[in-house]
């Protein structure tokens, strides 16, 4: 076993790091429709000082899913059970799905989160009363998040416009996809549910950067 060892590490030691093969693949988070709070729209919606219930952690550090829901309402129709993701913010979001716009009879606007300017609006009900938002209901635009470090092992940088491949039956390509390399990020690729089914997209997927 010694002489195993010994020889093991001479040929590490001669190896270049560039030769070693290094994984390219990045996780897939699907998501479905969603809403951001801020601590105004909490007090209204659930009471004074009100305070979330987390359920469960996110992939993104500080992130998760929260144990309560509200019902987003537009001017043709409404959506129940719409999760909130914490923690609070500070301005509201909703994000939709492409599909969502018609039943609620809203012009989806495709953006970054946090992209707010000149997007919909429309109302939050919850258990203790509505909260109209004017502007802040958005489609999320493909993303992928990920450290500046890891950007530049991948040889991108923040805010650059990529494709992605999918493998599979029902594999494909995805155009238009943002990097978001930023601190404190968790390495993955962000799509949504309409986009996840359309490509046969599983929880355990992976994807490669196509520049």
């Known amino acids: 076993m010694e002489d195993y060892e010994a020889i093991l590490n001479a040929i590490m030691a001669h190896l270049n790091p560039n030769d070693i093969p290094k994984d390219e693949t990045i996780p897939v988070g699907i998501s479905n429709r969603h809403i951001h709070l801020s601590q105004a729209a909490v007090d209204k919606l659930f009471g004074s000082d009100y305070q979330l219930t987390k359920l469960k952690d996110l992939s993104q550090p500080g992130q998760y899913a929260c144990k309560e829901c509200l019902t987003i309402c537009g001017p043709r129709g409404v959506i129940e059970k719409v999760r909130i993701l914490g923690p609070v913010r500070g301005e509201t979001q909703v994000e ?3 599909s969502d716009t018609f039943k609620l009879g809203i012009k989806g606007a495709l953006r970054l989160s946090g992209d707010l300017r000149n997007t919909p609006g429309l109302t939050l009900i919850g258990p203790n009363g509505s909260y109209e938002i004017q502007q802040g209901v958005i489609i999320a635009k493909r993303h992928i ?3 500046p470090e890891e950007a530049e092992r991948f040889g ?7 494709s992605i491949d999918f493998e599979g039956e029902r594999g494909g390509s995805l155009n238009n996809v943002v990097i978001r ?5 968790g ?3 962000h799509i949504d549910t309409e986009e996840a089914n359309a490509l046969g997209v ?3 997927t992976s994807i490669k950067i196509r520049k």
Do not use: F, K, R
Request: net charge negative.
């Open 96 to 98: 939709i799905l492409q």
């Open 145 to 147: 998040h990920m450290l």
């Open 156 to 162: 991108v940088t923040d805010g650059q416009i990529v």
């Open 181 to 185: 390399a930023t601190a404190n990020s």
């Open 187 to 189: 390495l993955e690729c």
């Open 202 to 204: 599983v929880p355990g």
